[in-house]
């Protein structure tokens, strides 16, 4: 989806706010929403495609306009409503209750069962492994050329990489590929590979001198280019 | 409005707990594991931990082999594992040659396991905009000056593969212990977003 989140050699974003100190979290609400989505993938209420393209649907004036656990909120609240977990309505008139009832405490709740299995996956990860096959098209120093298309869907091929020749840098592994797990289409494992750009390839008289930039790219994503 | 002092909590206050206490009341949320989460991550995951494999591999070359073979097995070696590595963990090293930067251009990706949760800017348009467009003037606002000669690698990070910079070890640091050396090492020159300092003289 050609986003705003898309953001890669965009201008007028000003220089880099650097926070000295900087604690964990700004607030308190931040930690109930990290802790929402992980539950949300820890019960594969949904997955982490399907949880980035929702950020992605957001809204692109309200991605700008927001911070990042309020973009994981809104595609928290989003993904739940659309999984039937809960119901929009409900969601409102909840809202509006603690806003008028902002001290009423949460309800109190035990659940050893899931805090042992919230824990594990802190603690040891839910990582996706990567899969036998397909076997890779591409091997290290092949030259390659990216798709130049633009998918209304979620996709991590950036703007600023389409249409451009790279070349394979590694060969990651077989793992599951986005634009497809994103919307319910399965898993679809293809090989990823990273693939290194010359700067002046992807920015023209722009770039500066003597950078690469690697970009991890699933094979779909490539074509054989001739070598030159 | 119920609040009588003060200013009213924004409405993001309220929304996220009508969202807590509707998944508490269907099962899918108590406050403890809210709790006992945030504290493993306020606590026990931060940038010590790859400040840890970074040491290691200064002061032992087989173990610096391992940790840039296979990230993921090196890093389990010293009991760093969890969520946040991705699928797999990638340490890249800097030398005098090639300068290495990590990026998420497209979210926020970030080494959890390594580094703890991102900071701001990591997260914010001007750094994911700006560090594959012109890195060594993202660098310059950090303090980073490298030589013309040295290349500048930035990843990208578009997949479930998360990177770690090997910084390079600074000169004048020969006697210090690898618990002395950890203590050198920040998170930004893990991202490769600055160089790691030796310690200035005691005396």
């Not at chain 1, 809202?95 to 069962?113: G, M, S």
């Not at chain 2, 409005?1 to 108590?30: D, N, T, Y």
């Not at chain 2, 750094?127 to 606002?141: I, K, M, N, Q, W």
Request: a negative charge; glycine letters at 8%.
């Amino acid at each position: 989806m050609n986003g705003v989140h898309d953001l890669g050699g965009k201008h007028g974003f000003g220089p880099i706010q650097r926070e000295a100190n900087e604690p964990a979290f700004h607030a308190e609400w931040e930690k109930a929403v990290l802790v929402m989505n992980l539950i949300g993938m820890v019960k594969r209420i949904y997955n982490i495609d399907e949880f980035r393209h929702a950020i992605e649907r957001m809204g692109q004036q309200r991605y700008l306009d927001t911070s990042y656990y309020e973009h994981w909120l809104a595609s928290v609240e989003t993904l739940l409503v659309e999984k039937g977990v809960i119901k929009r309505e409900e969601l409102e008139a909840r809202t509006n209750h603690f806003e008028a009832n902002p001290t009423e405490p949460l309800p109190d709740r035990k659940d050893p069962e899931l805090l042992a299995r919230v824990m594990n996956v802190v603690r040891k990860g839910m990582a996706e492994k990567s899969e036998p096959d397909p076997a890779p098209r591409f091997k290290p120093g092949d030259a390659v050329i990216t798709r130049n298309w633009q998918p209304r869907g979620h996709t991590r091929l950036p703007g600023y990489a389409r249409g451009h020749r790279g070349r394979i840098h590694l060969f990651h592994g077989v793992y599951i590929l986005p634009d497809a797990h994103a919307h319910g289409r399965g898993r679809c494992p293809e090989p990823l590979y990273s693939v290194s750009f010359e700067s002046g390839e992807l920015w023209g008289d722009a770039a500066e001198p003597k950078a690469r930039v690697h970009i991890d790219l699933w094979e779909s994503y490539l074509q054989p280019a001739e070598k030159t | 409005m119920g609040s009588h002092h003060s200013e009213p909590e924004p409405w993001v206050v309220h929304r996220v707990r009508a969202l807590e206490s509707l998944l508490i009341e269907k099962g899918l949320l108590s406050t403890e594991v809210v709790d006992k989460v945030v504290q493993t991550y306020e606590k026990d995951v931060g940038p010590m931990n790859g400040a840890r494999a970074v040491a290691r591999a200064w002061t032992d070359p087989a173990y610096k082999q391992r940790l840039l073979a296979d990230g993921t097995a090196a890093l389990a070696e010293l009991g760093i594992s969890g969520r946040g590595g991705g699928d797999k963990m990638v340490v890249i090293e800097n030398t005098p040659a090639v300068h290495n930067m990590v990026v998420c251009t497209l979210c926020s990706c970030y080494p959890w396991i390594v580094l703890g949760l991102p900071p701001v800017w990591y997260k914010a348009p001007a750094y994911r905009s700006r560090a594959v467009l012109e890195p060594r003037v993202v660098l310059g606002e950090f303090g980073v000056e490298l030589s013309s000669d040295t290349e500048i690698r930035i990843w990208d990070s578009s997949a479930e593969i998360r990177y770690m910079v090997l910084p390079r070890r600074p000169e004048g640091t020969e006697g210090l212990s690898e618990p002395e050396l950890a203590a050198l090492v920040t998170r930004d020159a893990m991202i490769g977003v600055a160089l790691v300092q030796a310690p200035a003289p005691t005396r």
